[in-house]
């Protein structure tokens, strides 16, 4: 009598069993390293998943811009309002006004058009005594810059020649 005979072997799914076991741990155990890296860095993935996926967007971001991202820096570049020109040209004056007081007065003369013109409720500066200096000239021109810029870009040009 053989011993296959016995009445616990008899399925033959029983007999391949244990067969199959050790033919998955002989594929198992050369690959038991990287499966356990590759679990402890999927276990780190999930514990930190904030930071793992501004991670992931940052590399996307930086392989590939969205494109309203680019739209918004030439639309930024090309638009320029009349206010951030006047700002613009007015800064440049103070800029050389020391040096080219002409070019400094053209400029805020530029910069006085090219703003928006308010309706002021003030009235013009009285005619006073003729003021001499350029300082005096130019406090009262930041004075009322504000609100009667054409004035006050007058008088920063009479400064400018004074």
Do not use: C, D, H, W
Not at 39 to 62: E, H, W
């Amino acid at each position: 009598m053989s011993t296959l005979s016995n009445n616990s072997y008899t399925n033959p799914a029983l007999i391949a069993v244990p067969a199959v076991l050790a033919a998955i741990g002989l594929a198992y155990t050369p690959a038991r390293p990287a499966i356990i890296a590759v679990a402890a860095v999927v276990a780190l993935a999930v514990l930190f998943k904030p930071l793992t996926l501004s991670l992931l967007r940052t590399v996307l971001l930086a392989i590939t811009p969205s494109a309203s991202v680019a739209v918004a820096k030439k639309s930024a570049v090309a638009v320029a309002s009349p206010v951030q020109t006047a700002f613009a040209l007015n800064r440049k004056a103070n800029q050389i006004a020391q040096t080219q007081p002409a070019l400094a007065a053209e400029l805020r003369m530029r910069a006085a058009y090219s703003a928006p013109q308010r309706i002021s409720k003030r009235v013009a500066v009285p005619a006073q005594a003729p003021v001499q200096t350029a300082f005096a000239l130019n406090r009262k021109a930041n004075q009322i810059a504000q609100t009667q810029p054409e004035l006050a870009a007058k008088l920063r040009m009479q400064a400018a020649y004074a």
